[in-house]
């Protein structure tokens, strides 16, 4: 049965007095605000995941030696493939916990460099490939609240090597493996072998028809339709593909003007949220950034090309598409692009020259841009200054409370602190856009409570209570979901918004009201797993009082799905303590 956990947003008790207490500030209103988290986690994290226990998994690569967090207990990594050290006893991923501003260090055996990942409806984080030994390794992490929960590793089980690749849930609850460097193919996961089974690896021959000199079709953007099909865009050109019959339903315009948007060049792309209060869905995809073609050569022979300053939007299922094409304030390439709680799009992070790769970028673009989408002017807002580079292997993720977390840039083959315009940075930062700004804590709502035990089902009806501090605009409240994603190298894997479909707003008492929502209608719209839940108020979004616990959202409507989402009841893991040593 297809279910989908959805974490309801909540304030961080400690962060409470602040929003009480600040006087109002206009600069915050207009152009967000930014603070240091952590001055150094000992890594320079290049992949980020949010997990539905509020803590966030990242890690970085293992093939460059030793990092600047000693792992926990006087373990050590043994491995004889690794191309760095072979008995490393420092960590190269953290388990960061929102709540308390700490981190602990994790082991992963086998290297994760420019891997890949999805959470499956159980919450276990299923992530794929890498480099060297860890090319074809499924690594596993589930969430616990303790301090026991590590990395679990199952080398050699993907059928092909899985390097710069993109990874998609699907609504059956499988992953989708698609790419990689060389790879013109994809797979599933778990594998479910059987007489009628397909190939453990399937063709796609788009990907060839994508790569030129440079390659720029790696990490390939690929998008969930409603319809059950994936939008996939590499290079220049994108396709509607039907992954069950392994066939291409429709070509796409390339977007105009002819230059790359994927790895090396690095633009990024989100889907538009789908709203399903609308008489019909209409999906958009926005891809935003990148490199003209040859700036990846030019870099490194040290010319810097300036980066790509455009956004294409296309309409995918018009019966004839074209990209619409929109200026950004600023050319970005390596930039990361998230869905905000109000539906907005904050562009973050990257360079205004050159390309991704070792010393390839230029120029840092320290200036965030949020995108509305839904409005006809003034589309693009630019955000208050950065004060550190994130460059290349930088990453960000939407928390709870709808900050966006920022961490990592190691332009360089190794860590490298001195003597080098951009060293590289191990710090955290958050940026908090300006729906968070005390300016607007009058219409902010305030979630309560939601029935069902927080469990909704595919077009089950679920009330959610809220507060707001002033009269609610009945007409500007929604309810929205977001899938947290896999950030990694410009592009979030998974992540998605569903506005649900709301049937009223009622006022209780005082300040508070409850919305009867709906459920999504299928698992194509939103495939099960954890997601955010929103109220959205005149553009504001919500949190849930502090006092409260941590509130799961499941939508349930068959269990064999979870059940066969547990794909690690199906694999063997090996790394043991044998491959440990003590100091």
Same mark, same amino acid.
């Given at each position: 049965?297809?279910?989908? /956990?959805?974490?309801?947003?909540?304030?961080?008790?400690?962060?409470? =007095?602040?929003?009480? %207490?600040?006087?109002?500030?206009?600069?915050?209103?207009?152009?967000? $605000?930014?603070?240091?988290?952590?001055?150094?986690?000992?890594?320079?994290?290049?992949?980020?995941?949010?997990?539905?226990?509020?803590?966030?998994?990242?890690?970085?690569?293992?093939?460059?030696?030793?990092?600047?967090?000693?792992?926990?207990?006087?373990?050590?990594?043994?491995?004889?493939?690794?191309?760095?050290?072979?008995?490393?006893?420092?960590?190269?991923?953290?388990?960061?916990?929102?709540?308390?501003?700490?981190?602990?260090?994790?082991?992963?055996?086998?290297?994760?460099?420019?891997?890949?990942?999805?959470?499956?409806?159980?919450?276990?984080?299923? $992530?794929?490939?890498?480099?060297?030994?860890?090319?074809? *390794?499924?690594?596993?992490?589930?969430?616990?609240?303790?301090?026991?929960?590590?990395?679990?590793?199952?080398?050699?089980?993907?059928?092909?090597?899985?390097?710069?690749?993109?990874? $998609?849930?699907?609504?059956?609850?499988?992953?989708?493996?698609?790419?990689?460097?060389?790879?013109?193919?994809?797979?599933?996961?778990?594998?479910?072998?059987?007489?009628?089974?397909?190939?453990?690896?399937?063709?796609?021959?788009?990907? $060839?028809?994508?790569?030129?000199?440079?390659?720029?079709?790696?990490?390939?953007?690929?998008?969930?339709?409603?319809?059950?099909?994936?939008?996939?865009?590499?290079?220049?050109? *994108?396709?509607?593909?039907?992954?069950?019959q392994n066939s291409v339903i429709r070509e796409f315009p390339p977007i105009p003007g002819g230059d790359p948007r994927n790895y090396p060049s690095s633009g990024s792309s989100v889907l538009l949220p789908l709203d399903e209060n609308l008489d019909s869905l209409e999906p958009e995809v926005v891809v935003c950034g990148g490199a003209p073609r040859g700036s990846f050569e030019n870099a490194a022979r040290g010319n810097f090309v300036q980066a790509l300053g455009t956004c294409g939007r296309i309409k995918v299922t018009d019966s004839n598409p074209n990209w619409v094409m929109q200026n950004m304030p600023m050319p970005r390439a390596m930039g990361d692009m998230l869905l905000l709680p109000n539906g907005d799009?904050?562009?973050?992070?990257?360079?205004?020259?050159?390309?991704?790769?070792?010393?390839?970028?230029?120029?840092?673009?320290?200036?965030?841009?949020?995108?509305?989408?839904?409005?006809?002017?003034?589309?693009?807002?630019?955000?208050?200054?950065?004060?550190?580079?994130?460059?290349?292997?930088?990453?960000?993720?939407?928390?709870?409370?709808?900050?966006?977390?920022?961490?990592?840039?190691?332009?360089?083959?190794?860590?490298?602190?001195?003597?080098?315009?951009?060293?590289?940075?191990?710090?955290?930062?958050?940026?908090?856009?300006?729906?968070? %700004?005390?300016?607007?804590?009058?219409?902010?709502?305030?979630?309560?409570?939601?029935?069902?035990?927080?469990?909704?089902?595919?077009?089950?009806?679920?009330?959610?209570?809220?507060?707001?501090?002033?009269?609610?605009?009945?007409?500007?409240?929604?309810?929205?979901?977001?899938?947290?994603?896999?950030?990694?190298?410009?592009?979030?894997?998974?992540?998605?918004?569903?506005?649900?479909?709301?049937?009223?707003?009622?006022?209780?008492?005082?300040?508070?009201?409850?919305?009867?929502? /709906?459920?999504?209608?299928?698992?194509?719209?939103?495939? =099960?797993?954890?997601?955010?839940?929103?109220?959205?108020?005149?553009?504001?979004?919500?949190?849930?009082?502090?006092?409260?616990?941590?509130?799961?959202?499941?939508?349930?409507? %068959?269990?064999?799905?979870?059940?066969?989402?547990?794909?690690?009841?199906?694999?063997?893991?090996?790394?043991?303590? *044998?491959?440990?040593?003590?100091?």
């Amino acid at each position: 049965m297809s279910t989908i /956990m959805i974490l309801i947003p909540f304030i961080l008790a400690s962060l409470f =007095p602040f929003f009480q %207490a600040q006087p109002l500030s206009s600069a915050f209103a207009n152009q967000g $605000q930014w603070n240091l988290l952590q001055p150094s986690i000992g890594i320079s994290p290049m992949h980020m995941q949010l997990l539905h226990n509020d803590k966030i998994i990242m890690f970085d690569r293992t093939d460059f030696g030793h990092s600047y967090l000693p792992l926990s207990n006087g373990r050590c990594r043994m491995d004889p493939n690794e191309i760095a050290l072979k008995v490393d006893c420092s960590a190269h991923s953290v388990l960061y916990d929102v709540a308390t501003n700490t981190f602990r260090p994790l082991m992963i055996q086998t290297d994760t460099w420019c891997s890949s990942g999805s959470v499956l409806p159980n919450g276990t984080l299923v $992530q794929t490939g890498g480099y060297n030994d860890g090319e074809r *390794s499924i690594r596993m992490f589930t969430p616990c609240f303790g301090e026991t929960c590590d990395w679990v590793e199952f080398p050699g089980l993907l059928s092909q090597r899985r390097w710069y690749a993109t990874n $998609q849930i699907l609504p059956d609850a499988r992953v989708i493996v698609v790419g990689g460097r060389r790879q013109f193919n994809y797979e599933f996961l778990p594998k479910t072998p059987s007489p009628n089974s397909s190939p453990s690896s399937i063709p796609l021959n788009f990907l $060839q028809q994508t790569s030129d000199r440079s390659e720029n079709n790696l990490y390939p953007f690929v998008h969930l339709l409603p319809d059950g099909n994936l939008f996939i865009f590499a290079n220049t050109k *994108s396709v509607l593909f039907d992954y069950k019959q392994n066939s291409v339903i429709r070509e796409f315009p390339p977007i105009p003007g002819g230059d790359p948007r994927n790895y090396p060049s690095s633009g990024s792309s989100v889907l538009l949220p789908l709203d399903e209060n609308l008489d019909s869905l209409e999906p958009e995809v926005v891809v935003c950034g990148g490199a003209p073609r040859g700036s990846f050569e030019n870099a490194a022979r040290g010319n810097f090309v300036q980066a790509l300053g455009t956004c294409g939007r296309i309409k995918v299922t018009d019966s004839n598409p074209n990209w619409v094409m929109q200026n950004m304030p600023m050319p970005r390439a390596m930039g990361d692009m998230l869905l905000l709680p109000n539906g907005d799009v904050v562009i973050i992070n990257g360079a205004g020259a050159g390309t991704a790769g070792w010393e390839h970028g230029h120029d840092p673009v320290l200036l965030p841009v949020i995108f509305r989408p839904s409005e006809t002017v003034n589309q693009f807002s630019v955000m208050a200054p950065a004060s550190r580079p994130r460059l290349y292997h930088s990453s960000a993720v939407l928390l709870r409370d709808g900050r966006v977390l920022v961490g990592g840039s190691n332009p360089h083959v190794y860590y490298n602190f001195t003597g080098v315009e951009y060293p590289t940075d191990l710090s955290l930062e958050a940026f908090s856009p300006p729906y968070l %700004a005390p300016d607007f804590a009058p219409v902010r709502p305030v979630i309560r409570y939601i029935t069902n035990n927080n469990v909704l089902g595919y077009r089950v009806f679920c009330y959610v209570t809220f507060t707001v501090p002033n009269y609610a605009s009945v007409s500007e409240v929604s309810i929205r979901i977001v899938a947290p994603s896999f950030t990694t190298h410009s592009f979030g894997q998974n992540q998605r918004m569903v506005v649900l479909k709301l049937s009223a707003v009622t006022y209780l008492a005082g300040e508070a009201y409850y919305a009867t929502v /709906m459920g999504p209608s299928t698992a194509e719209i939103a495939p =099960p797993g954890y997601y955010l839940l929103f109220v959205v108020h005149k553009g504001v979004p919500s949190w849930v009082s502090f006092e409260n616990d941590v509130l799961e959202v499941y939508f349930r409507e %068959a269990q064999d799905i979870a059940a066969s989402s547990d794909a690690a009841s199906t694999l063997v893991p090996v790394a043991s303590s *044998s491959d440990e040593l003590t100091r």
